[in-house]
T-cell receptor, first 115, second 116 residues
């Protein structure tokens, strides 16, 4: 079965640079979630989109922005990178916002290292 | 805001034995969903099992089952016949009933090791 695809899988950037992470949800899934997992931490919710509209927002820095496109893929844009942004960034997708079908399936993650 | 607590940072089990991982949560909502996710060394987040709060029957998935105590706000995971491949970090997660607040709130996780 098709899974969530994230690219790139690994990314190394310098401080103050920008990074773009991409997420391709499971086919027919219309909802995308972004999570950040620091070393030894639990995943923290950043932002979500349903039908190309932002549906919820968590502890996402103002330096970060995201959007969902017409084909339902999503991109997380990160600017003025800081050392503390080094983390594993997960994308998850689901079908709809409510009910059992809203189970979130995670991609493999993008490991971002800021030097 | 909802909180999820996993008070045991580490646990160990002998292969083929049974182990129970604990999780408690705090919420004022009556309808919600609870999940256990497994994160092996590859760091992939894998859904293990889910429970709907409105269901009294505990969920089971092969060797994995839960003990859901709604009044006590407790949601433990039992792994039977433990296998070496079960070694991983396990996260308990909470999700509101739906709508715009359907993000997952995770506990801090528990590292499970399996002894051969």
């Amino acid at each position: 079965a098709a899974g969530v695809i994230q690219s790139p899988r690994h990314l190394i950037k310098e401080k103050r640079e920008t990074a773009t992470l991409k997420c391709y949800p499971i086919p027919r899934h219309d909802t995308v979630y972004w999570y950040q997992q620091g070393p030894g931490q639990d995943p923290q919710f950043l932002i979500s989109f349903y039908e190309k509209m932002q549906s919820d927002k968590g502890s996402i820095p103002d330096r970060f922005s995201a959007q969902q496109f017409s084909d339902y893929h999503s991109e997380l844009n990160m600017s003025s990178l800081e050392l503390g942004d080094s983390a594993l960034y997960f994308c998850a997708s689901s079908l709809g916002l409510a009910g059992v079908t809203d189970t979130q399936y995670f991609g493999p993650g993008t490991r971002l290292t800021v030097l | 805001a909802q909180t999820v607590t996993q008070s045991q940072p580490e646990m160990s089990v002998q292969e083929a034995e049974t182990v129970t991982l604990s999780c408690t949560y705090d919420t004022s909502e009556s309808d919600y969903y609870l999940f256990w996710y497994k994160q092996p060394p590859s760091r992939q987040m894998i859904l293990v099992i889910r429970q709907e709060a409105y269901k009294q029957q505990n969920a089971t998935e092969n060797r994995f089952s839960v003990n859901f105590q709604k009044a006590a706000k407790s949601f433990s995971l039992k792994i039977s016949d433990s296998q070496l491949g079960d070694a991983a970090m396990y996260f308990c997660a909470y999700r509101s009933e739906g709508g715009a607040n359907s993000k997952l709130t995770f506990g801090k996780g528990i590292t499970l090791s399996v002894r051969p």
